[in-house]
Every structure is written in structure tokens, then in C-alpha cells.
């Protein structure tokens, strides 16, 4: 089993930043996926980043492409996603996403039904 916490999450007005972070916990060495999923109030749940644990390879959503950045930190557990530039269309709750299996180097940042874990989210507000 893995646990996935999200923090960072906070209000900020358009053009600026914010950085989420997901620390996974409990059997951590099996991910091969880690991501970030985001959902608009009345929206379906979105992907926006994600990168394949094994290599580092990132993968985007057109939308955010050039403005947000997922990184992973193997001394700490962690996974981030830098959030620059943001706009009022960014506004969402964000979750953390993590998968047993290699679903993102082939489906990116799509939805699956190979994702195992979610976190409870983070709520991003971005003002105009």
C-alpha cells in the first residue's frame, strides 16, 4: 500500500506561483508512476504531469506545458510540481497520483484505470 499527503496548495493572483509537493509513503520502491491530477468544480478530473519514477521522463497536459514542471526528489520520497505563471483557469483541486505500473510512459497524463493510489488534494486558487 502507498499513502500520498499533498501540501502546498494555496491562493495566489494570476501570473504568479505556487509549488504542491506529494510525499508517498509505505511501499514507495514499487512506483513506477507519479503524477499530478487536477478537478474544477462541475469538470472531470484532469492530468497534468506526470514522470515515470525509473527514468525521470516527464510528460504534460498541452495546457500547462511550458509553465509547470514536475520533478522528483529520491533522497527525500517526494514528487513537486512547480506551478509558474498560473491563471484563473488553473483553479482546482489538485491530487497526488501514483500507479504500481508504467501506464505514463504510454498514456502521458491521461486518466487510468492503472492508477492505484490518490491522495485527498489540495486546493489551488489563482485570482485574476
Known amino acids: 500500500q502507498v499513502q500520498l499527503v499533498e501540501s502546498g496548495g494555496g491562493s495566489v493572483q494570476a501570473g504568479g506561483s505556487l509549488r504542491l509537493s506529494c510525499a508517498p509513503s509505505?511501499?514507495?520502491?514499487?512506483?513506477?508512476?507519479v503524477g499530478w491530477f487536477r478537478q474544477a468544480p462541475g469538470k472531470e478530473r484532469e492530468g497534468v504531469a506526470t514522470?515515470?519514477?525509473?527514468?525521470?521522463?516527464?510528460y504534460y497536459a498541452n495546457s500547462v506545458q511550458g509553465r509547470f514542471t514536475i520533478s522528483q526528489d529520491n533522497v527525500n520520497d517526494a514528487v513537486y510540481l512547480q506551478m509558474n505563471s498560473l491563471k484563473p483557469e488553473d483553479t482546482a483541486m489538485y491530487y497526488c497520483?501514483?500507479?504500481?505500473?508504467?501506464?505514463?510512459?504510454?498514456?502521458?497524463?491521461?486518466?487510468?484505470?492503472?492508477?492505484?493510489?490518490w491522495g485527498q488534494g489540495t486546493q489551488v486558487t489563482v485570482s485574476s
Open positions: 509505505g511501499s514507495t520502491s514499487s512506483l513506477y508512476c
Open positions: 514522470v515515470y519514477a525509473r527514468n525521470g521522463s516527464t
Open positions: 497520483a501514483a500507479s504500481f505500473s508504467g501506464w505514463c510512459v504510454t498514456g502521458g497524463v491521461t486518466m487510468s484505470s492503472r492508477i492505484h493510489f
